[in-house]
């Protein structure tokens, strides 16, 4: 569904894209963000980002 080359080229991801691309729920990922396991990032929206530094550290 998503493009992984694509995806890890952004800097920061969607909580959907993120879950995709770790084949989890978005519902642990944004556990992941409040356990520290994974950074997030608060966009100007209220919205959650995930940083995909972060997601490479984590694999």
Not at 19 to 43: C, F, P, Q, Y
Not at 47 to 55: D, E, G, L, M, Y
């Amino acid at each position: 569904m998503y493009d992984t080359a694509l995806l890890l080229q952004k800097p920061n991801l969607r909580i959907d894209e993120a879950a995709a691309l770790l084949g989890v729920h978005h519902n642990t990922i944004r556990r992941w963000i409040d356990e520290g396991k994974l950074t997030g990032v608060r966009m100007a929206d209220g919205h959650r980002r995930v940083a995909t530094a972060s997601i490479l550290e984590f694999l």
